[in-house]
């Protein structure tokens, strides 16, 4: 029987690692929840309580960087780059609502898009929502990133009907 892959978390490890690196002596937030938290539960419960428990129904950023003049907000994608496109400036609209961040509304906000290779629609359409792109691959990332272009190989979609042959027969 086929053996299932584990999940890898990739994104997290390589925007952590970017930001790290690339704004050090800063104070760095990862899994960010933005948004408002509903008065009704605030007065319930109070506003660190509240915040608490409504963050699983919030959105979150993958970084935020607090300096003294602006936050960068950052989303990294390896794959899906349109996510983390329309992402950020939706993103970058709740920040001003988000409780947590209130004592840093003074600053101006940047919206980042981390990519592991330059694509060029994205640039453009970053460009025209003021998302900056910065392109970052570290050699871990790189074979990561060329897996892609395996996933419709004949041996790749052999073997992936081969499993869910086995799967079916299993009653998945």
């Known amino acids: 029987m086929a053996q299932t892959k584990t999940r890898r978390l990739i994104e997290p490890r390589w925007v952590s690692e970017y930001v790290v690196m690339t704004y050090p002596p800063h104070i760095h937030r990862f899994g960010v929840p933005l948004g ?5 539960l605030t007065k319930a419960v109070g506003t660190a309580k509240a915040i608490r428990q409504y963050r699983p129904w919030r959105p979150e950023a993958d970084a935020l960087v607090i300096m003294p003049k602006r936050m960068v907000l950052l989303e990294g994608k390896v794959f899906k780059y349109m996510d983390g496109l329309s992402k950020l ?5 709740l920040i001003p609502r ?6 840093y509304l003074d600053r101006e906000i940047q919206m980042v898009l981390l990519l592991p290779v330059e694509i060029d629609w994205v640039r453009i359409a970053a460009l025209d929502h003021g998302v900056d792109v910065v392109v970052w691959c570290p050699d871990w990332l790189r ?6 272009d395996k996933y419709w190989s004949k041996e790749n979609m052999f073997m992936r009907e081969k499993r869910k042959e086995v799967l079916r027969e299993l009653g998945y």
Not at 98 to 103: H, N, R
Not at 143 to 148: M, S
């Open 36 to 40: 408002p938290i509903p008065d009704e």
């Open 89 to 93: 400036p939706f993103y970058k609209s």
């Open 98 to 103: 988000t409780p947590e961040l209130q004592e």
């Open 143 to 148: 074979p990561i990133w060329e897996e892609r």
